[in-house]
């Protein structure tokens, strides 16, 4: 029996999604969830391993239970946002086919990094970063137009075994109020990419003033990366 769950998170303590020895989890707290609700070892698939103080409002994970769970989803959602910690919600939960992995049914992902230009906001510093600076938002979506289509990575360090190809859908910025946001939609994403993508279009926006800046990194011809922190960053939907 599988039941698939949506999930938010604040990732602010956690490090990082996927379970660690010693170390707090967002999987590892539903897994720890699980055992003590339903007394047996549930296997906790999720969509995406989000890296150590990356945010989620639309996480999806997988629940494999070994045997038919004597909760129903709706009960069991119920009973594991009560004893689940603060920092961790379970919006919707249902049953899916027996077939169903989070992970590999995952068809695209959205992330959303957002930003706050010379201004600092000790409410919302946990889920944005704080610039000393306000770049050109023209620059940016300019920069932001390059993301289209697949795009081969390889220049940078990719995990043995792992393809260097990503495929964008959506890469765009704009403003809220007095936040930037940046929204893009891919059908994967490599180890710490969207932060790697803000930081160098900031950078070209900010330093260089030119969005061919940003392009001359795509091209594998800029070595001084930035990468902006993990905490403006949030996993915003997956797509299955």
């Known amino acids: 029996m599988i039941y698939l769950a949506r999930i938010e998170y604040d990732g602010t303590d956690f490090f990082g999604w996927q379970i660690q ?3 707090r989890t ?21 969509a995406s391993r989000t890296d150590r103080g990356v945010h989620a409002r639309g996480q999806l994970a997988s629940f494999h239970f070994p045997e038919e769970p004597k909760l129903g989803p709706e009960e069991l959602k119920r009973a594991m946002n009560a004893i689940l910690p603060h920092d961790i919600y379970i919006h919707e939960m249902k049953k899916v086919d027996t077939d169903f992995n989070a992970r590999y049914r995952a068809k695209k992902k959205k992330y959303v990094y957002r930003i ?5 906001s000790p409410i ?37 075994g792992k393809s260097p190809n990503v495929e ?41 003033k030119d ?30």
């Open 124 to 160: 919302r510093r946990r889920f944005l970063l704080e610039l000393p600076f306000t770049p050109d938002l023209e620059i940016l979506n300019e920069s932001a137009s390059y993301l289209k289509g697949t795009i081969d990575f390889s220049f940078l360090k990719i995990e043995e």
């Open 211 to 240: 969005a061919g800046a940003f392009k001359k990194f795509l091209d594998g011809e800029d070595e001084h990366i930035w990468v902006v922190p993990p905490r403006g960053l949030t996993l915003d939907e997956v797509y299955i």
């Open 116 to 120: 706050l230009p010379e201004k600092r």
């Open 168 to 208: 964008f859908e959506k890469a765009m910025w704009y403003r809220v109020e007095d936040e930037y946001v940046f929204e893009v939609v891919a059908n994967r994403f490599l180890y710490k990419l969207v932060r790697m993508l803000v930081g160098m279009m900031l950078k070209a926006a900010w330093k260089f």
């Open 26 to 46: 967002i999987q590892g707290e539903i897994m720890k969830a699980l055992k003590r609700i339903t007394g047996i070892s549930v296997k906790v698939v999720g």
């Open 21 to 23: 020895r010693d170390k």
